[in-house]
């Protein structure tokens, strides 16, 4: 981004480093009384020791990445389009421009970029666009999931996030409460179909709840609702419009709270749409979902008689990103991992672990902060064009990792911000990383890793979110705070 810490008049802080789906087989089940840790590999089915590199291999290679940032595509998979060159797009190119006092787009929870340019905004029951060439945004109310007041017996608790699709289309998530045990069914996510035991309409309707809906913009700038998603490409799923599910068990009600959106802005998967959820992240393409994957690892419980259960722990999950080489980077609130997805979306919920055709490239946890039962808390999860990874902890603080094999890092903590609460993180393709804390402001951390500095230019304490838009020159970070929106223009 162009907006150098140099360039802003504050003063440079030098900072230190310092060194510091389920799968078909295997179900989540709530922990009985006495616990003790499984095995921290961080495989979901317990497994052999993953591959470790040679001491001087670093981090798993990376295919060599085409000009647009994207992974190149498996040998006998068609050729991506080249891409077109980049111009200013359709908004204002100052350095700085505050969209909240130039637009009045007032202070939304979310936002979003289409591939249309159009601004979304969400605001609990509102949703609101900008249109190129508007002055104001136009905003609709009570559509999908908002038509009925939010509660926890009603379609959603609230809104959470929104994210741009194609052009004229958004993606707006919604929470739900967590499922709970019904007389009958041992797992507390299970929903028997009609027909079935234990079968109740009641129980059925849960699987309208939260979830996400995809809405479309209209000429007058109004939006519809277009569908609450529910096309998915497992045939447990075929025909049924039960929202998102666990796709290879359609039993499995697993994923009912958006809690993160991020649409792929380049490379061959240009479009894709990730979400995470309570449970773990799901991959959409146009109005069709695959379900879920996970870093997971299992807990081991006794049970009264003396054996022994092992459970498999996912909780909710914040931290997601795109890196530059097209992978999917996310984080629980106790581990993280880097998926590398294939050409099929049919092939994102298999889960063979290190290998198949979604490999991890890592899964693991933070040994450095805490074990692996602890919870650490992570919201953001970036990697910058050095290749060094970034996550951001609502508790911890920001901390790098470079992986020392496919389950293990060499973590370190970064010093000099104003406070250890992470909202958000952004990395742009001049190198930086922008961080968004929880009461001190939007800062960056220049490409040498080491240089931080304030940028005072962005009014409000609390970062909200961060979405970068690539594909314009000069580049778009758009800066969400609990003052309003500001958008940074780069190189």
């Avoid at 049924?240 to 359609?250: C, L, M, S, Y």
């Avoid at 901390?399 to 742009?428: D, E, V």
């Avoid at 890793?449 to 020159?473: H, S």
């Amino acid at each position: 981004m162009g907006i150098r810490a140099g360039a802003l008049g504050a003063g440079l802080v030098v900072v230190s480093l310092l060194s510091v789906g389920c799968t078909d087989r295997t179900r989540t089940v709530d922990p009985r009384e006495t616990q003790e840790p499984g095995s921290p590999d961080g495989s979901e089915v317990p497994s052999d020791v993953p591959p470790v590199p040679s001491e001087d291999a670093g981090t798993t290679p990376d295919p060599t990445p085409d000009e647009d940032g994207g992974t190149p595509p498996d040998a006998g998979e068609p050729e991506p389009e080249e891409p077109e060159p980049p111009d200013a797009g359709p908004w204002p190119v100052e350095a700085v421009l505050d969209y909240t006092l130039s637009f009045g787009v007032g202070k939304p929870q979310s936002i979003g970029l289409d591939e249309g340019m159009n601004l979304w905004l969400l605001d609990g029951y509102r949703i609101g666009v900008l249109r190129p060439g508007d002055t104001a945004p136009a905003w609709t109310t009570g559509i999908g999931q908002a038509r009925q007041p939010f509660g926890s017996d009603s379609l959603a608790v609230g809104s959470t996030v929104i994210c741009g699709g194609e052009a004229g289309r958004a993606y707006v998530g919604y929470r739900a409460r967590e499922m709970q045990r019904a007389e009958g069914i041992s797992q507390r996510t299970y929903i028997p179909g009609p027909g079935e035991p234990n079968y109740t309409p009641e129980r059925y309707a849960e699987y309208q709840k939260g979830d996400l809906d995809a809405v479309r913009l209209q000429q007058d700038g109004t939006v519809v609702l277009e569908e609450h998603i529910w096309r998915t490409t497992g045939s447990s799923n075929k025909g049924k419009q039960i929202g998102i599910h666990n796709t290879n068990d359609f039993h499995y009600e697993e994923d009912r709270s958006v809690l993160n959106c991020a649409r792929v802005t380049r490379g061959p998967y240009r479009g894709d749409l990730y979400i995470t959820t309570n449970h773990g992240v799901t991959r959409i393409q146009g109005l069709t979902y695959n379900s879920h994957r996970h870093p997971g690892w299992y807990l081991v419980t006794t049970n009264p008689d003396g054996s022994k259960d092992e459970s498999l722990q996912c909780p909710p999950m914040y931290g997601l990103g795109i890196a530059p080489n097209g992978d999917v980077l996310v984080a629980n609130e106790q581990m993280l991992g880097v998926l590398v997805p294939s050409s099929k979306l049919e092939e994102w919920d298999r889960e063979y672990t290190w290998e198949g055709p979604t490999p991890w490239r890592f899964k693991g946890f933070n040994e450095a902060l805490n074990g692996q039962a602890s919870d650490d808390f992570w919201r953001a999860f970036e990697q910058t064009t050095s290749g060094r990874y970034y996550l951001g902890s609502a508790e911890y603080g920001v901390w790098a990792m470079t992986p020392k094999s496919r389950s293990a890092g060499n973590w370190s903590r970064l010093s000099g911000l104003p406070t250890s609460r992470i909202l958000s993180l952004k990395a742009t393709d001049d190198g930086a990383l922008y961080i968004g804390t929880d009461g001190g402001g939007l800062w960056r951390l220049e490409a040498d890793g080491t240089t931080l500095a304030q940028v005072p230019q962005v009014t409000g304490r609390r970062v909200l979110q961060l979405v970068y838009e690539p594909t314009v020159t000069p580049s778009m970070l758009l800066v969400l705070t609990d003052q309003g929106l500001t958008v940074l223009r780069g190189p």
